[in-house]
């Protein structure tokens, strides 16, 4: 069950939809043209602009739950303010929610130390800078974070980090100065999610080259900046290390659960903003002498999408209340089903309207194409959607085991059963 929303939610949807009619939504098509022509390593001077704006209107750092640097709001409500941000790529970055700023801040606040908060956080949460995330690597299957193969050694009063990193979220934007880095401390520890550490690396520091950027389906740079990073002999201060070697599963995990709901609901926002297109689209066109809102198959379509939106968007919020009232851990399954269930849900709407919009729909004349691919690198990013089945599955078939039951019974047994079925 689901709690109604607050007053302060209803009046920050409010303003948040006032500020996406008035900025957010006239800027889109500038948006993708300064990121078309001035590429990846740029900053594009539409988000100079409206930052400030969204600032003045008291509509920053909208996340943090139970922080005095943010909001204040808790998943549950900050996951209404989501849906509407996400109807945007634009929109996130402009209300300083973005990925992977806002779990970059959150580690940082629940695991640096006061000089990390004041080097980094502040400029973090007032937009001066930006941050990136080095996880994933070329060489290893990274679904499974045990196999990443970097490597952070202690040299005195300093670790010393070698690794080859790609999808490094937001490398490439000049704003980003600060990285949060996965490597191997105690590569040897039996105990294998106790070797990976995260720590502090300054984007200056001699020995890292963001040597390209990656495309995500042709797209470079919208919105994430994908790239990949070389870090060869990277010397940092002992002090960077984050809460301690060994942890870097730990604070994965605190990272991982806040940002999945962040994902999940944009991505319900996508996909009604999709599902908007494809009625409106619908409504336009003729084909075969009527509207292709009245083609049968058009109609099929649109009620299966509000179907599929509405059962993710319950899902979603189902996941974040639990996540307010009984925490991550206890929460595990439901994140684990929403991550599995919304981008599945939004590839399938983004394919039935880029149907709908016909040719036009492979295009970004109707966002339709970037989205699909927004939606569908969701089914890869933090985690795989075949890694939460199999945790979702693990969960289910330790329920069953722990029940103290005789074991499999048939439900119809030889007591009742009709004899003309009988042998």
């Known amino acids: 069950m689901v ?13 948040l939809n006032e500020f996406m009619d008035a900025h957010i939504y006239p800027n889109e098509a500038r948006f993708f043209r300064e990121a078309e022509e001035l590429g990846p390593f740029e900053t594009y001077p539409v988000m100079a602009e409206l930052k400030p704006l969204a600032k003045a209107a008291g509509l920053w750092n909208l996340f943090l739950p139970d922080s005095e640097n943010g909001a204040g709001l808790s998943n549950l409500e900050y996951g209404y303010l989501c849906e509407i941000m996400g109807r945007s790529f634009l929109a996130p970055e402009v209300f300083n929610c973005n990925a992977p700023d806002t779990g970059n801040m959150e580690v940082i606040e629940r695991f640096g130390t006061e000089a990390d908060k004041e080097r980094w956080l502040k400029p973090l949460l007032a937009g ?19 196999n990443i193969q970097s490597e952070i050694t202690r040299d005195g009063d300093e670790y010393v980090i070698n690794g080859h990193k790609w999808y490094t979220t937001g490398a490439s934007n000049p704003a980003t100065k600060i990285c949060i880095f996965m490597g191997k401390t105690d590569p040897h520890n039996p105990d294998r999610h106790k070797q990976q550490s995260m720590i502090l690396v300054p984007m200056d520091t001699p020995g890292i080259s963001v040597v390209r ?15 990949e990073v070389l870090f060869e002999n990277v010397r940092v201060p002992a002090a960077n290390m984050l809460l301690g070697e060994g942890r870097g599963f730990e604070i994965a995990q605190a990272r991982l659960g806040p940002g999945r709901i962040h994902h999940c609901m944009r991505t319900v926002g996508m996909a009604e903003r999709l599902l908007e297109t494809m009625v409106d689209r619908s409504l336009q066109r003729v084909a075969f002498g009527k509207p292709v809102s009245d083609q049968g198959v058009t109609r099929e379509r649109i009620a299966n999408a509000r179907i599929m939106i509405d059962q993710c968007r319950l899902l979603t919020l189902h996941a974040a209340h639990k996540m307010d009232t009984v925490g991550n851990k206890e929460a595990r399954a439901e994140i684990a089903m929403i991550k599995i269930a919304a981008p599945i849900m939004a590839c399938q709407i983004a394919d039935w309207a880029i149907q709908v919009c016909g040719g036009g729909g492979t295009g970004n004349d109707f966002g339709t194409a970037v989205a699909y691919a927004g939606a569908r690198v969701l089914r890869l990013a933090d985690g795989p959607d075949e890694v939460h089945r199999d945790q979702l599955a693990r969960i289910e078939i330790k329920k069953r085991k722990g029940l103290n039951h005789p074991g499999w019974e048939p439900m119809i047994t030889n007591r009742g059963r009709n004899p003309l079925l009988s042998e």
């Not at 709690?3 to 303003?15: M, N, T």
């Not at 990136?132 to 690597?137: G, K």
């Not at 950027?213 to 790239?227: K, M, N, T």
């Open 3 to 15: 709690p109604d929303k607050s007053a302060r939610v209803l009046e920050l949807e409010a303003r």
């Open 128 to 146: 001066e800078i930006r941050s990136c995330f080095a996880m994933t690597e070329p060489d290893v299957a990274s679904s499974d974070a045990t």
């Open 213 to 227: 950027s990656l495309p995500v389906f042709g797209y470079y740079g919208v919105p994430d900046r994908a790239s």
